[in-house]
């Protein structure tokens, strides 16, 4: 089985910062993209950032320049610092990894954590 774990959520005043991550574990072979989404209640899960093996990486407009997706591929982990935290950035974010896992390879994603920015 394969499983992301996130971390880091929680709740920041506007304009403050919070540092994601998300490990991989189980039988991975190989992992290609990896990033996060975010989705509220009603609403479509929209792209935050992803970073593929290359270190090609592709932000949501409203992230760019705020927030920066990096990875550690010998730890098969991903993060995701955000600083200028706005409260439209209030969601659940999730970890997503394309992984080849035996002779299976596709899309995975964490269980959500859950980020708030409140004054």
């Known amino acids: 089985q394969v499983q992301l774990v996130e971390s880091g959520g929680g709740l920041v005043q506007p304009g403050g910062s919070l540092r994601l991550s998300c490990a991989a574990s189980?039988?991975?072979?190989?992992?290609?993209?990896m990033g996060w989404y975010r989705q509220n209640p009603g609403k479509q899960r929209e792209l935050v950032a992803v970073?593929?093996?290359?270190?090609?990486?592709k932000y949501g407009d409203s992230v760019k320049g705020r927030f920066t997706v990096s990875r550690d591929n010998a730890k098969m982990s991903v993060y995701l610092q955000m600083n200028s935290l706005k409260p439209e950035d209030t969601a659940i974010y999730y970890c997503y990894a394309y992984i080849f896992s035996g002779p299976y390879a596709g899309d995975h994603w964490g269980q959500g954590t859950q980020v708030t920015v409140s004054s």
């Open positions: 970073l593929d093996t290359g270190g090609l990486t």
């Open positions: 189980g039988s991975i072979r190989s992992l290609d993209s």
